[in-house]
């Protein structure tokens, strides 16, 4: 399970004393996620039960990290449903705990999803559209570091550990995304991960977006494909069995351009968008499985997933 970091009770204790959130009740470890380290915290305050999820980030700085906390409180200030981080007595959403930069966000109900309904890509378009909207009035920047500097990069990192007809595919497909010019896409804060498991729902309704630890400032178009690329296809447990749904597509973009209408050089770019989002998560999780992380990664993805969506689309 991904738990790299073990809180014990006493530092949670300790933790939670800057917190207006009453006394610690119970806490577990998640075991999904791979990235960081993940509990629901359970507290009573005033008699009542209330819940969280405490993330220790096991790969970010100090630094870095009120660009995506700030995002999450302005999303959901916004109206959009995300899970909206706490306070501290200070005022400031981070915290250090074992050593590491740590955040308590709001516990949202609901579930990650396995299996999308044609109605949740609906919901899930109109709300990135909403998400791209409200980003253009956020004052943070940050760049993309999956962008395709980091592509090259990592291709050349990992080349050596590759199949022959991977690393064709790969080289190809960077020579193609080269003479692609993003310049002129219209650009907003991203969330550039949201995959199905990080948008929780009850039933069809979306009780927020998750894990915004990717976010940067980037073309919205590149955003709308990852999602697109994980949401609009069939999630078969053989990736030679994978399709794209066109009734999921359909409803997931006439949403999304319900609120936000794509430009004429987004629609003219959205076939290398696509390319662009499988080969980004082709490349990640080439990368994961060939040179993993030290720690305790047990859900490695399977990068033949995203070899299978970049076929499709090439
Ligand atoms: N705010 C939240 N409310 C309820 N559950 C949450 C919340 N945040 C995370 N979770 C639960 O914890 C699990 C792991 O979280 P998350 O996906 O953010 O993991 P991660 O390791 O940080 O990131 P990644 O998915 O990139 O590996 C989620 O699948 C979800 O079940
Ligand atoms: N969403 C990513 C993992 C976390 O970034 C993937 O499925 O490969």
Redesign the pocket.
Known sequence: M?VYTVVEENQLVAFLEDYDVGTLDSFEG?????????Y?VNTIKHGHLEQ??L?IFEHHTFEELPYFLNIMAFMAEHNIPT?HPIPTHSNGYLKELCGKPAAL????????VDNPSVTQCGVMGGQLARFHIAGQHYEGVRANDRDIDWMQNTFADIQSYLEEDERQMIESELAFQAQTDWSALPKSVIHA?L?C??A?FNGDALT?I??L??ACNAPMLYDLAVMVNDWCRVHADNPAEIEFDQQRLDEMLSAYQTQRSLTEAEQAAWPAALRLAALRFFLSRLKDKHIPREGEIT?IKDPNVFKRVLQLHQ
């Open positions: 991904s998640i075991s999904a996620g791979i990235e960081n380290t993940n629901f969280f999820v993330t899970a966000v709001e516990r949202l109900t609901g579930s990650t991960d995959f498991d990080n929780m927020g998750i894990d630890y990717y859900q």
